[in-house]
């Protein structure tokens, strides 16, 4: 009963986290493409605000995923590490946003946690797909798409760190910036899709044990998505 729980409260966060974070997308989308905040405050600042608020909303709902998949996935170092790393970013994105919105630390201090918190949430990602996958847990399609999201967000980061340590307004960092946009913004897009199919597939209560699970841990996967 209380494992059963626990998978309904992952599945939960999953979704919320999922559906927050793709509207803290589209929040940012629109403030930079209608509030324009490189000039004076319009209309639309709100979006700006809105997307720190879901945003912070969709990394705290997902802590509880990366618990679960953690005990109920096969004992990996490599593993540990990066869930360990991913649940302490996700929560310093939790709590930076709020403090950031309420003046007590600066816009630049958040850029820095997430320049830490970031990587992290996506080495994970990276990582638990792999193991999901290896261990026949995960169906093909949903790790395949969560690694694609993971090397490509992970890729982009590295570019723009490269972007940081050559001269500022030069055109090395233009181009490394942009190279980083290209291949880092589909990633982060489609990044809050991951947590809803993971929901859908493998924590669903309509679905059954997979044998690559851990007995004890009650694990759930849709066989039908398993061939896809």
Not at 20 to 25: E, H, K, Q, R
Not at 113 to 135: K, T
Not at 222 to 228: F, L, N, T, Y
């Amino acid at each position: 009963m209380r494992r059963r729980l626990f998978r309904r409260v992952a599945a939960c966060g999953a979704v919320i986290g999922g559906v927050s974070g793709i509207v803290a997308n589209l929040a940012l989308m629109g403030f930079f493409a209608l509030s324009r905040p490189w000039q004076p405050a319009t209309q639309w600042a709100w979006l700006g605000p809105a997307n720190d608020v879901t945003g912070a909303v969709s990394t705290a709902a997902l802590i509880p995923v990366v618990i679960y998949l953690h005990r109920v996935l096969p004992r990996n170092r490599l593993l540990t590490v990066f869930g360990t790393a991913g649940i302490l970013g996700m929560a310093g994105l939790t709590v930076v946003a709020p403090l950031m919105l309420s003046g007590v630390v600066t816009l630049m201090v958040q850029f820095v946690v997430a320049g830490v918190a970031l990587p992290a949430m996506f080495g994970w990602l990276l990582v638990v797909n792999r193991v999901g996958r290896r261990e026949g847990v995960f169906p093909v399609a949903l790790a395949n798409f969560g690694e694609r999201v993971g090397v490509a967000a992970l890729v982009a980061t590295g570019i723009a760190g490269m972007a940081l340590v050559v001269p500022p307004g030069s055109v090395p960092q233009n181009v490394l910036l942009g190279i980083a946009a290209i291949v880092g913004l589909p990633a982060y897009l489609a990044f809050p899709v991951w947590p809803i199919r993971l929901a859908r597939t493998v924590l669903a209560d309509s679905a059954v044990t997979m044998p690559g699970a851990l007995p004890s841990a009650s694990f759930h996967v849709d066989p039908r998505s398993v061939r896809r």
